[in-house]
């Protein structure tokens, strides 16, 4: 079941609900009556935020438009920059998905930048991809998600780690009516290593869930990942984080970090991190904060004359910002930096 | 400079500040000595109006301006500086960042241009120099991970660049070793002047050796129980609060 196929066979008896434990806080079975109709071709709305940055892949409603030279004429996979998948929605109350296996060969190095454009209303949209590193390739995939107040979203990425690759991710996202971005890792070669970071900052009353998974079956593989949230109004930011360490998986370090602000009393934090433990071998931690900004923090600046609001941003910011500070790819962290400052400064 | 009129104050419904009265002039430097729970630490936030501390009566007043209607950010834009006891830590924002953006929300807030990025980094080095402040430490966040020491120095040095009229120094001894407090000392007395008073709220004697106070009052039950000058200071070394104490009880 998955809203993919839901959209592919337009049958809501297809769509997660929430007697699945995995989806019982973003239910999308209660939600959606009916699969409204597929997405017609749309037009591109100028650029994303990773313009510059290398040469984009661009999905339109779920059909690949073309690839967008970048200045220097590289295409997605030309030299020196980054790979840009573009995943644009322009739509009216309809549907579209999109399926998109990426390989990435032995040895190599790659920055994927990955943005969720949203544009119109009331859309559904379902992106599936699959990350096959193979042999010590190095992956940094970031996502920058910013659909509308009204859409209902899913991404799902699938990431199979050979021997010794290395993925590092970073998912930034404001949410949607309802909206899932969900990594499953498996580690079946020995010596991989993850970083899975994401924020989500959320207002109104946008839904977010942040999903991961990361299966350990090799040994010597490590999971580092950090998670923080703001949100507010009525909002409602998701975490779950699974860590499985199968039988034999020995020597497996992994280390999980969620934290979140909430800012209004009618905002909402669900989490749930999860450690599945069958090795003996391993070092495994997880750490989870639900608060409020720092009162004694706030008057401290605003002793100094820093006005109020001026002072609940900065520190929300700098909440957010030890995310942002470990993304690798200077280009992409400087435009991750800007869409957070962009949506933190109204608080 | 600064006048405090028959103050009373309250904190979670218990009554603090019991007809505090004070007059700072400016030039001159006041020292609050005063035994635990006298009210020391009420006043300096009463002054720079902390959430929690209700003011019920009584008046405070900065050149004839009344304090006590304004913001906290109100008050620093208008030349009131608190040294905390214990400084906050800021995670996630550099202390030059921080430091900078208090700078220039207060010229804005007085109407004034903001330091331009070359500006400040010119007036943060020299002043931390003064300090004999390690210029990397201010890259850090603001007093993460720092020592009590360390903290103390970087709220002089904020005290420094931000250059205000009137300061609370509130216990900005604790913490500090001999050589430290003797630099922090010069850090303050440098910026003694004509123009701008200060309120040096200490438990000891000692710091008062360093920055030689105008005037010492003793604070105790919520009021100014006696008054006189620097010599005041060491007969409450010899002789404790206990007199004070009675007296006020």
Redesign the interface.
């Known amino acids: 079941m998955s809203l993919a196929t839901a959209i592919l066979t337009g049958d809501v008896a297809e769509l997660p609900s929430k007697r699945d434990e995995d989806w019982r806080w973003t239910d999308l079975r209660g939600l959606i009556r009916q699969i409204p109709p597929p997405s017609a071709a749309a037009k591109l709305m100028g650029p994303g935020p990773f313009a510059g940055l290398g040469g984009a892949l661009l999905f339109v409603n779920g059909g690949a438009e073309f690839p967008d030279m970048d200045e220097g004429g590289n295409t997605a996979n030309g030299p020196g920059g980054a790979m840009v998948l573009r995943f644009v929605s322009n739509a009216e109350g309809t549907s579209h998905a999109v399926n998109l296996p990426l390989v990435f060969s032995p040895g190599t190095r790659t920055v994927v930048l990955e943005s969720y454009e949203g544009f119109g209303s009331d859309y559904l949209a379902s992106i599936e991809l699959e990350f096959d590193l193979e042999e010590g390739a190095e992956v940094e995939r970031i996502v920058l998600a910013d659909d509308v107040a009204d859409a209902v979203t899913v991404s799902q990425a699938n990431v199979i780690l050979a021997h010794g690759a290395k993925f590092n991710q970073t998912v930034l996202t404001s949410g949607a009516k309802r909206q899932r971005i969900e990594t499953r890792v498996t580690h079946p070669g020995h010596g991989a290593k993850v970083r899975m970071d994401g924020a989500y900052l959320l207002s109104d009353k946008r839904h977010a869930d942040i999903t991961t998974v990361v299966v350990h079956d090799g040994v010597d593989g490590t999971t580092e990942q950090l998670t923080k949230g703001v949100v507010r109004d009525q909002a409602r930011g998701i975490f779950q984080g699974r860590i499985v360490v199968s039988e034999g998986a020995d020597r497996t370090d992994a280390r999980m970090g969620h934290h979140a602000l909430i800012l209004s009393e009618r905002a909402e934090v669900d989490a749930k991190p999860e450690l599945l433990i069958y090795a003996d071998d391993v070092q495994c931690a997880h750490g989870n904060t639900i608060g409020a900004l720092d009162e004694a923090a706030i008057f401290y600046a605003r002793q100094r004359g820093i006005p109020d609001a001026q002072a609940r941003a900065m520190l929300t910011e700098a909440f957010v910002g030890e995310v942002i500070d470990r993304i690798g790819h200077e280009g992409a962290r400087d435009a991750a930096r800007a869409w957070a400052a962009k949506r933190l400064g109204g608080y | 400079m600064l006048s405090i009129q028959n103050l009373h104050a309250t904190v979670g419904g218990t009554e603090i500040l019991k007809g505090l009265s004070l007059e700072v002039p400016a030039g001159e430097v006041h020292a609050i000595m005063g035994p635990n729970g006298a009210g020391k630490s009420t006043l300096s936030y009463v002054l720079?109006?902390?959430?929690g501390y209700e003011v019920t009566k009584g008046s405070a007043t900065l050149d004839g301006e009344d304090l006590l209607a304004l913001?906290?950010?109100e008050?620093?834009?208008k030349g009131v500086?608190?040294s905390?006891q214990y400084?906050?830590?800021?995670?996630?924002?550099p202390a030059l960042t921080?430091?900078r953006?208090?700078?220039n929300?207060?010229r804005k807030?007085r109407g004034e241009p903001e330091v331009t990025a070359p500006e400040f980094l010119k007036l943060a080095r020299e002043k931390a120099a003064g300090l004999k402040m390690d210029f990397d430490m201010l890259k850090r966040?603001l007093n993460v991970g720092f020592s009590g020491g360390e903290k103390k120095r970087m709220e002089i040095l904020?005290m420094a660049i931000?250059s205000p009229r009137f300061a609370i120094l509130d216990e900005t001894d604790s913490g500090l070793d001999i050589d430290a407090l003797r630099i922090v000392s010069e850090g303050v007395n440098a910026m003694r002047g004509p123009d701008r008073a200060m309120l040096v709220i200490t438990h000891y004697q000692r710091l008062l050796e360093y920055i030689r106070p105008d005037r010492v009052h003793v604070l105790a039950g919520g009021r100014i129980v006696a008054s006189g000058g620097p010599e005041l200071a060491l007969e409450l070394e010899r002789e404790g609060y206990d007199k004070y104490a009675r007296a006020a009880a």
């Open positions: 720079t109006g902390r959430d913001e906290p950010n008050r620093a834009a500086f608190l905390f400084p906050l830590e800021i995670p996630g924002v921080f430091v953006t208090a700078l929300a207060q807030a966040p904020q931000l």
